[in-house]
């Protein structure tokens, strides 16, 4: 009885794992609705991002374990993964307390790759706004997440994680010119421009001033930037390939289930000999990693930050420290709006009884039944704490 969830994420699984489950809005919205028509979970919300794919129900059922499997099975059956044995291996499973301390850590950033990154508040912001949407959502769900994007909020503005923090968007720029020694006067092609990764990608880059920027767009899309729209080029999507030769880097960031790059139709289009970095921001993969066969490609897909997300992660650690702090006032505050919650039946039958007895015996009588029937329904550790509530 509570809250479950089933998660995979880059903790664990890696990044072929992780692609099996990067679901469509529109399939995030069918299992969503497929397990809220089961008796047993009566809320669901799902939460699909690059990095981590998680499901999280309310449920009066006294049997966490059922539960647990009814999730799997329409996890995995969305997926199409029910035959793939290994696949439990890289699931992760939270209840109670440990579903709550979860997605307060994720919607602050702090269960994220690189620690305090911003995108995932937006993420769980819209994960909550789908499921309203689709009518799978209601009192414990909607409080649940409220008070974590609340909590967010507050560790965004009163720690430094958020000011320090560097995303997978710019961590591309970074081994990109860690690659090339600089992006001063280089060719950058940025797919995917007008996504949420790729949109940050390209104002990031706008921001050096340096780089000649190329972005990708279909049948004419205008693309904007609160930098102006005057310092890139923008090409047709079709014609992408002819374009790679000249270019220094490229970058793809798509929500499309297919290649946006294949390797035998770049290995046709790279014919200059020169250094190139290709970095693969998309979940599922866009750019084929077979394309680091050709000599002086450098391929990343999103997997391969780790390592520099890691040494970002270290430097934030007190500041981690002092978020966790915020989050854990939040935490508890949401789990005794969840007592209190599913105390309003009882404490509706206690006034009720409260109410009769005074109204034939008056209310100095009433008390005293009250308090004989809480000292005869209570331990004597459970009556110490009562009392020091209400002599506070």
Not at 46 to 71: A, H, P, Q
Not at 104 to 116: E, K, P, T, W
Not at 294 to 321: G, H, M, P, S
């Amino acid at each position: 009885m509570g809250i479950q969830i089933i998660s995979i994420s880059h903790k664990i699984a890696p990044l072929h794992v992780r692609e099996m489950f990067a679901f469509t809005e529109e399939q995030q919205k069918h299992m969503m609705q497929e397990i809220t028509e089961h008796l047993e979970v009566s809320e669901c919300i799902v939460l699909s991002t690059c990095n981590r794919t998680e499901m999280y129900v309310y449920s009066d059922s006294e049997s966490k374990g059922c539960v647990f499997n009814l999730m799997e099975d329409v996890l995995l059956g969305e997926a199409g993964a029910q035959d793939e044995e290994d696949i439990g291996n890289y699931l992760l499973f939270y209840h109670g307390k440990k579903a709550i301390h979860h997605l307060f850590q994720v919607a602050a950033g702090l269960d994220s790759m690189v620690i305090g990154e911003d995108q995932i508040l937006g993420q769980v912001k819209t994960a909550h706004k789908q499921a309203r949407e689709a009518g799978t959502t209601g009192v414990y769900l909607n409080t649940f997440f409220r008070m974590a994007v609340t909590g967010a909020k507050k560790v965004k503005t009163e720690t430094e994680l958020s000011k320090t923090s560097v995303s997978t968007a710019t961590l591309a720029l970074k081994v990109a010119e860690e690659e090339l020694g600089t992006l001063k006067d280089k060719k950058v092609l940025i797919i995917g421009a007008t996504g949420k990764i790729g949109g940050i990608v390209l104002m990031n880059i706008q921001s050096l001033h340096q780089a000649d920027i190329y972005v990708t767009t279909r049948k004419n899309k205008l693309i904007q930037t609160k930098h102006g729209n005057d310092d890139f080029t923008t090409i047709d999507y079709e014609d992408r390939y002819n374009y790679l030769d000249q270019m220094d880097v490229v970058i793809s960031a798509t929500s499309s289930p297919h290649y946006t790059l294949t390797y035998s139709k770049m290995k046709k289009q790279l014919v200059t000999a020169k250094r190139r970095v290709f970095v693969d921001l998309a979940v599922p993969m866009d750019i084929e990693a077979k394309i680091s066969a050709v000599d002086d490609t450098c391929y990343y897909n999103i997997d391969d930050f780790t390592r520099i997300a890691r040494e970002n992660n270290q430097k934030k650690l007190r500041e981690a420290e002092a978020a966790s702090g915020i989050l854990d006032e939040y935490e508890l505050q949401f789990e005794q709006w969840m007592v209190f919650q599913k105390s309003l039946s009882v404490m509706g039958k206690v006034r009720d009884n409260f109410v009769k007895v005074a109204e034939h015996k008056g209310v100095e009588k009433a008390f005293d039944h009250f308090f004989y029937w809480v000292r005869e329904n209570n331990t004597p550790e459970d009556l110490e704490t009562f009392f020091h509530c209400l002599n506070h």
